[in-house]
C-alpha cells in the first residue's frame, strides 16, 4: 500500500537529493539543513514544516501547498515553484463565514537565495522577503499582495502581471529598475531625489497652488526618500507625499494642507509648528514625529 502521508520526523541535516514527494501531504517534519536538491514535491501538501537553511536547487515545487512552513536562509536556486502556494494558517468561522487570520506570522524566506527560480503565479502573499538573494528570479504572475522585500537583490527578476498592491519595496534599491512602470502607484518603492530638482519641483508646486492648478505642476513624490530633507516653511498644500520615507527631514513650519501623507515613515520627522488641516495622515506615524505646536 503506497504511503501518502508522513508526519513527525526528524530529517535535518540529512542527504535528501532527488527526493520524490509529489502529491504526498507532510506534516511537522523538520528538514532544517538537509539537502534537497532536484527533490519532487510537486502537488504535494506541507503542513507546519521547517525549511530553514534548506537546499532546493533544480527541486520541482510547482503546485505545491505549503502552509505555516518556515525558509529562512533556504537556497531556491533554478527552482520551479511555479502556481506553488506558501501561507499562514487561516480558519473558517462559521459564524462569519469568511476566513479568519489566526496568525499574525507572515511566511519567511529571510535570508533566502531564489536566483534564477520560477515563482510563476505562485502565491506569496504577506510573505517577508528580507535580504533576499533574487536576481533573475521569475514572479510574473505571482501573488506578492503585502508582501515586503527588504534589502534584497532583485536585478533582472521579472514581476509580468504580478499582484502586487501593497507590497513594501521601499528598502530594496533596484526596485525602480526592475518593476514594470505600472506598479509605481501600488507598492511601497523609494526613489531617489537630490536637493536642487527637490526645490525646483516644489517651486513649480506652489504656482500650482497660488493659481489654483492654472499654471505649475502638483507636487507628486510617491515613494521617494527624503530622509532628512530641509523644506522647513515651505508650502506644499494638496502634495502626493504617499508612502515617501521623511525620516528625520526638516518640515517645521511647512504648510500642508490637504496632502497627501498615507504610508509616508516619520521618524523623528520635525513637524513643529506645521500646518496639517485636512492631511490625510496616520496617528500611528505622527506618534513619531515632533509634532509641537502643528495645527490639525
Known sequence: MAITEICDKDLSSQSL????LAGKTVRRIKFDGANLSRADFSHGQFFDCSFDAVDFSGAHLARALFENCSFRGTQFVRTNASEAV????????????????VSALQVSFDGATIEGSDFTNANLNKASLSKVKANDANFSGAD???????????AGAQFAQAKLDGADFSQTEDAAKALPSWAAGMVKMTRKIEAPALLAQIRRHQQWVASNGQAGARLSLLGHDLTGAEIARQDLSGA?????????????????????????????????????RAALIS???LSKAHTEGTRR
Open 17 to 20: 537529493q532527488g527526493l520524490n
Open 86 to 101: 506558501f501561507r499562514t494558517t487561516t480558519v473558517l468561522s462559521y459564524k462569519k463565514r469568511s476566513p479568519v487570520e
Open 144 to 154: 506578492l499582495r503585502g508582501a515586503v522585500f527588504e534589502q534584497c537583490s532583485i
Open 240 to 276: 502626493d507625499l504617499r508612502n515617501c520615507r521623511l525620516d528625520f527631514a526638516d518640515l517645521s513650519g511647512a504648510r500642508l494642507v490637504a496632502s497627501d501623507l498615507r504610508g509616508a515613515s516619520l521618524i523623528k520627522t520635525d513637524l513643529r509648528n506645521a500646518d496639517l
Open 283 to 285: 496617528e500611528a506615524a
